[in-house]
């Protein structure tokens, strides 16, 4: 079960950390992302925003638009990851899901398809008002 929290309302060129909550006893093995479904777009549409990898790699990946200004990072003692967002743009405007693959994969081009991810959070809210 992943429990995302952190969303809400924020100015562009402002900040926001979305933390996502795991459990299970195996969180620090596998990799963990975050992905968004901006207003309008369908589920299989959500767009893949950042991974990282489990402990024995701990590489992350971004999407080019988020490249600089995002960092995702985890805290395996908390079974949490975390996506620090800065000089957020309201095109940024989504909800932000946390999901996981269940295993460690890093294969980039896999990570980026929200279909190989099988637990997801239920979403957090965030609106980058221009």
């Known amino acids: 079960q992943l429990v995302e929290s952190g969303g809400g309302l924020v100015q562009a060129g402002g900040s926001m950390r979305l933390s996502c909550v795991a459990s299970g006893r195996t969180f620090s093995m596998y990799t963990m992302a975050w992905f968004r479904q901006t207003p309008g777009k369908e589920r299989d549409e959500r767009e893949f925003?950042?991974?990282?990898?489990?402990?024995?790699?701990?590489?992350?990946y971004y999407r080019d638009s988020v490249k600089g200004r995002f960092t995702i990072s985890r805290d395996n003692a908390k079974s949490t990851v975390y996506l620090q967002m800065n000089s957020l743009k309201p095109e940024d405007t989504a909800v932000y899901f946390c999901?996981?693959?269940?295993?460690?994969?890093?294969?980039?081009?896999?990570?980026?398809?929200?279909?190989?991810?099988?637990?997801w959070g239920q979403g957090t809210q965030v609106t980058v008002s221009s």
């Open positions: 999901a996981s693959p269940n295993s460690g994969i890093t294969h980039l081009p896999s990570l980026m398809n929200w279909k190989i991810y099988v637990d």
């Open positions: 925003v950042a991974a990282i990898a489990g402990s024995r790699f701990n590489n992350t």
